[in-house]
């Protein structure tokens, strides 16, 4: 009997993904079908609603659900969900597309999933910067000019203003888990597969640490924190798309086996990767990254500062803050039962020679290395001195090796936080 917290949404996994023939026969059927070009985050949340990561999700959100998530963080029946999993589609398609229908969901040429079309609904400018308002927006400085500056500045923001001019909802029959299994090896893990490795542990309390960046020193503490106050860690990389200027998966993962390698014991660490790309919603991506977490067996997400941030847009700690605010359904299975690990600002401290947290040390930030994935990305494409104890030493020769194979750079903006000018 498995000791792991229970799937959201109170019906177990819910997996979308076809196997043996009723793959095989819906494959066939899905040749003779329209065929809708999705994006790239569509194709990572179909992978999640496949894999059951995405429970009790079953399809792409219709207008009430888009509407109660922006507005509440709840499903129109009442259970949570932070952020909306919703399917665009063009104008010109959605005049060929009729309720009832079925269509293949389709991402460069590989037949993702079927959908049975539900709903049809119109996504207006207003509608977009309406979501934008809800879901992005933070309490950071740039949050008191949000449309001076999200639009260019916020890839996030980018990406719902950017959507075509309608939404699609239906179910889905999920037909593929995509590159992820043949190019993650090991790493990349269903939420079923994780939960038996865990099981196998005897593991009950579990904490999960979310990764974008590569793991440098404060990472390392996170996680380390997570062993001794529970049963083991996951180190729980994203492994789908990123914006410009990000660090790509493969190079992340061998910096994390190696920094696993050599410095965790590892009857206590778990690597594994999820197929999503970053939504960059700061506080409530933190708060997603929660729920699909439960999903995967996992009762506690590693928050430090600014968990899923860009630039200044977010208060360096409202990703914690959010967990107090958000709705508890008087259901249990509707509740969010992924609870936070909450973990203060992390760096070397020179004067206590070690690693510590504005909480456990009194010295000033002149004996500090600050520690940001921000700003270890900013020094290695402009080819700087990385200071001692940012990072091991391990780690910074893979990533040293990834930059100097970059024929273009992209330039990386500092936030405030990554600077260490709010310390």
């Not at 790509?248 to 999503?276: H, N, S």
């Not at 001692?388 to 330039?411: A, M």
Request: overall charge neutral.
């Amino acid at each position: 009997m498995s000791k792991l917290v229970p799937p959201h949404g109170g019906k177990g996994l819910v997996c979308c993904l076809l196997e043996g023939k009723a793959l095989e026969d819906e494959k066939k059927k899905a040749a003779g079908l329209k065929q809708i070009e999705i994006s790239s985050r569509a194709k990572g949340d179909l992978i999640m609603m496949g894999i059951g990561g995405f429970s009790p999700l079953t399809g792409f959100m219709g207008k009430a659900d888009w509407k109660s998530v922006c507005e509440k963080m709840l499903l129109a029946d009442g259970t949570f969900w932070p952020v909306p999993v919703t399917l665009d589609i063009s104008a010109e398609d959605a005049k060929d597309l009729k309720v009832g229908q079925e269509v293949a969901l389709v991402r460069k040429g590989e037949v993702m999933a079927t959908m049975k079309v539900e709903e049809i609904y119109e996504m207006t400018e207003a509608d977009k910067k309406w979501e934008c308002e809800l879901v992005f927006k933070g309490e950071g400085p740039d949050s008191e000019k949000f449309w001076e500056v999200a639009p260019n500045d916020h890839p996030g923001v980018k990406m719902v203003l950017a959507q075509k001019e309608y939404n699609i909802a239906g179910p889905v029959k999920v037909l593929s888990q995509g590159e992820f299994p043949e190019k993650f090896p090991g790493v990349y893990m269903t939420p079923a597969q994780l939960r038996e490795k865990m099981d196998e542990r005897g593991w009950q309390k579990v904490a999960a640490l979310q990764l974008r960046n590569p793991m440098h020193r404060s990472h390392e503490y996170l996680a380390k924190i997570g062993v001794e106050v529970c049963d083991g860690v996951v180190i729980h990389s994203l492994v789908g798309s990123l914006k410009p200027g990000d660090i790509p998966a493969e190079v992340r993962v061998k910096c994390i086996d190696t920094l696993v390698d050599k410095y965790f014991v590892k009857d206590f660490v778990i690597q594994a990767g999820y197929p999503l790309d970053m939504r960059y919603a700061g506080p409530r991506e933190a708060l997603l990254h929660a729920t699909f977490r439960q999903n995967y067996g996992i009762n506690n997400l590693l928050v430090g500062r600014d968990h899923a941030g860009v630039g200044d847009f977010y208060g360096m700690f409202e990703a914690q803050e959010i967990f107090r605010k958000m709705p508890v359904p008087a259901e249990e299975g509707k509740r969010l039962l992924c609870e936070p690990l909450n973990i203060d600002w992390t760096f070397y401290c020179k004067k206590c020679d070690g690693m510590a947290s504005m909480r456990t040390c009194p010295h000033s930030k002149e004996d500090r290395v600050i520690l940001s994935g921000t700003k270890l990305r900013k020094m290695l494409s402009e080819g700087a001195e990385v200071p001692d104890h940012f990072g091991r030493e391990e780690v910074l020769v893979i990533l040293r090796e990834y930059y100097s194979g970059l024929t273009e750079k992209v330039e990386i903006k500092m936030q405030r936080a990554a600077a260490g000018s709010t310390m």
